[in-house]
């Protein structure tokens, strides 16, 4: 297969310029499907180097582990296969073009969350742990961001993780008594920085409250945040398709949701009950 430039600059400007390392670059760049199918130790094998060996440049390049570094080049040659991921956003579009921007919006944010998160779960328990714990759960979220509120909110609230859902800064503020030891606050926010997310955070961090943000902004991972929940989304010139960029919120609160379930309600004795009910209710009104 001819070599492809799979893996970013980002990535290689980690290593040092030396031979091993360009021998491992080329046959990876020119083998993306042994990288995928193989495992470690036969991938090691197939580059004549110890799995340790391996494994340490892996975690040079800035992965965490093997599985990691698969999905990340499962995705590039995804990507670079098909190289159509910009969407189409000037001159007249066509009901095919805009058909064509929708669906590689939406594919693109459901993708990336899944690959995030199928094999990296630990800040999931985390959040998860402290969900099912607090007193008081509060989600604020701006514009769209509410609409992912008010839909983690109405579904937490069916299995007894009492969750208020705040759309404006005064709100949350009016709620600063609440926002005590045993209380929980997710932040859903797109870029965390605008002037309404950035007295919230403030404020949380400030006074020690315990807090999530679910965001697009990888540098939060590197700053005061205790807990951070990457979610992306496809750069829109115009951002005309607002929601779109929320595709991978709502993948991320039901992932979490039904997680919640399967711990709190594993028989689902809740939804039976809540079946139960709208039928009665069905039929009284027929």
Known sequence: MAKQNLIEKKYKSNLSNNQNNRYLIDFIESNPDLVIQLSAKELSVKVFCSQSTLTRFIQSLGFENYRLFQLYIQKRKYIVENNDLELKEEGQLSIHDIINNIHKHYKFSIEDAFERYSENFDNIREYIRRLKYCKNHIIFGIGESSFVGSYLSKNLNKIGITTH??????????????????????????????????????????????????????????????????????????????????????????????????????????????????????????
């Open 165 to 286: 859902n705040i759309s404006s800064v005064h709100d949350f503020f009016g709620l600063s008594h609440v926002l005590k030891d045993n209380c929980f606050v997710t932040v859903i926010t797109r870029s965390s920085n605008t002037a309404e997310i950035f007295p919230v955070l403030s404020h949380l961090i400030n006074n020690r409250i315990r807090h999530c943000v679910w965001t697009r902004n990888k540098s939060l991972e590197r700053n005061d945040i205790r807990n951070v929940l990457i979610v992306n989304s496809l750069p829109q010139q115009h951002r005309i398709t607002s929601a779109g960029s929320k595709i991978g919120f709502l993948f991320l609160a039901d992932l979490i949701y039904f997680i919640l379930v399967n711990r709190v309600d594993p028989k689902f004795s809740i939804f039976d009950e809540i079946n139960s009910n709208i039928k009665k209710w069905n039929d009284s009104n027929k």
